[in-house]
């Protein structure tokens, strides 16, 4: 069944429901529905999920449900849809004539990137980006419609943290820029601050504040998000909304069937650029420092538990917030976050199960909102990811690190 095999390839590629959502431009509760046999995609995000997967129509979809869609409307429905149809051809071609040539242009001065190019000079310029480099790839484009997304096949991991580092050195030193950071919110909800509504946005001196989500599997950040402005568009009065900029850069993992019958890895860069009105549905963006004072508290495995309960069952590692006030990475606007945890599963078979042999799974995590993390089925390689009666075989210890580098902000 087609919700089924979804949920099964979002899991393989370790994506949360809301981080495919992010990817293929729906909502959370899109993919939900689909997961739950609730409904079906429409043409377009069917497309774009078998595109992101690189799985086929035919692979996702049984046979029967194309048509069970279709029976869905009875013949007397479809007389009617046909007789309105017949109705509006003549409105829907005089529309399209009218409007083809106006939509075309808009499209034109955006000036996106299409396939087998780069985003233009003159869309560049908007950012003060006008000589930014594009990534070292031999085949590269946009993906689908005209959009800001930009995507590069790439040849390693190294090519993309290469082309991250470019980016942050280009952003951070250069005279052209007055500011490069990220987005921060207050916890807890309270009258200190502003109406949530807002973005308040820390300044950066540290790529790694721009990390948004690592590769569980060995911890690698394969996401980041840049705000950024121009010396030009710095200039304001203090506590003035910002006129900001945004960039992100995420890494893929991709697989395809080649013509041996096998799958085989592909790796994609993809970068979204523009002005951040277009990016969050934020009204306004702050610089923080103005309104608040802030210290910096670094966070490691000896004082945790002095600001953030670590609670363990049997499968899952949860985390909470025990401190008022904290500024923590806004998971809302899809924004970095700073505290990253490294996860170790032992698992050793019960008496009666001796022959499994003893299991060692390393997860890493960084935490968004303070999450809970947990072990499912699939993690120890089996196929049903929903079930657990396999993990039972098992008594599971639990140990994590904090790994360099974490840290969060207090007001003062």
């Known amino acids: 069944m087609f919700k089924d095999k979804l949920r099964k390839l ?3 590629n370790g994506l949360s429901q809301y981080e495919l959502a992010d990817k293929i431009y729906v909502s959370r509760s899109a993919i939900a529905k689909w997961e739950n046999g609730f409904g079906m995609p429409g043409k377009e995000s069917l497309e774009i999920l078998c ?6 129509k035919e692979y996702l979809l049984e046979e029967d449900e194309p048509i069970k869609i279709i029976e869905n409307v009875n013949r007397r429905s479809r007389k009617k849809i046909l007789l309105l149809s017949l109705l509006l051809i003549p409105l829907i071609l005089y529309l399209l004539v009218s409007t083809g040539f106006f939509i075309s242009n808009r499209i034109n001065q955006r000036n996106f990137p299409q396939h087998g190019s780069f985003y233009t000079t003159k869309y560049l310029k908007k950012f003060g980006l006008k000589d930014l480099e594009v990534i070292e790839s031999n085949n590269y484009g946009t993906k689908g419609t005209a959009s800001p997304y930009f995507f590069a096949e790439i040849d390693s991991y190294e090519v993309f943290d ?3 580092n ?7 030193y250069s005279p052209d820029y007055a500011y490069v950071g990220y987005s921060v919110k207050i916890l807890p909800d309270s009258q ?7 973005v308040f946005l820390l300044q950066s001196f540290n790529l790694s504040n721009h990390i948004v989500s690592c590769d569980k599997n060995d911890g690698k950040p394969t996401e980041y998000i840049f705000y950024f402005m121009t010396k030009n568009d710095y200039s304001r009065d203090s506590k003035d909304s910002t006129k900001i900029n945004y960039l992100k850069l995420t890494y893929h993992i991709t697989q395809n069937l080649n013509n041996t019958g096998n799958y085989e890895k592909y790796y994609e860069c993809s970068m979204d650029l523009r002005k951040c009105s277009t990016v969050d549905g934020f009204s306004q963006h702050y610089l923080i420092n103005e309104y608040y004072d802030i210290q910096k508290i670094p966070v490691t495995k000896k004082n945790i538990d002095l600001y953030i309960d670590v609670k363990f069952n049997w499968l899952s590692i949860s985390f909470s917030s ?3 006030n904290l500024v923590y990475n806004d998971k809302i606007a899809s924004t970095p976050y700073d505290i990253f945890i490294k996860v170790n599963y032992t698992l050793t078979p019960k008496g009666e199960y001796e022959k499994l042999g003893v299991k060692n ?8 909102n303070f999450d809970h993390f947990q072990l499912s089925d699939i993690d120890v390689g089996m196929d049903n990811p929903n079930s657990y009666v396999e993990l039972e075989k098992y008594n599971i210890e639990i140990e994590y690190e904090v790994l360099e580098n974490s840290y969060f902000y207090s007001l003062i």
């Open 10 to 12: 979002r899991e393989e």
């Open 51 to 56: 595109e992101f997967f690189n799985v086929t």
């Open 162 to 164: 290469n082309y991250v």
């Open 166 to 172: 470019y980016v942050y050195n280009k952003l951070f």
């Open 192 to 198: 200190n601050y502003i109406y949530n509504k807002n």
């Open 322 to 324: 025990k401190y008022d």
């Open 361 to 368: 799974i390393v997860r890493y995590y960084n935490l968004q």
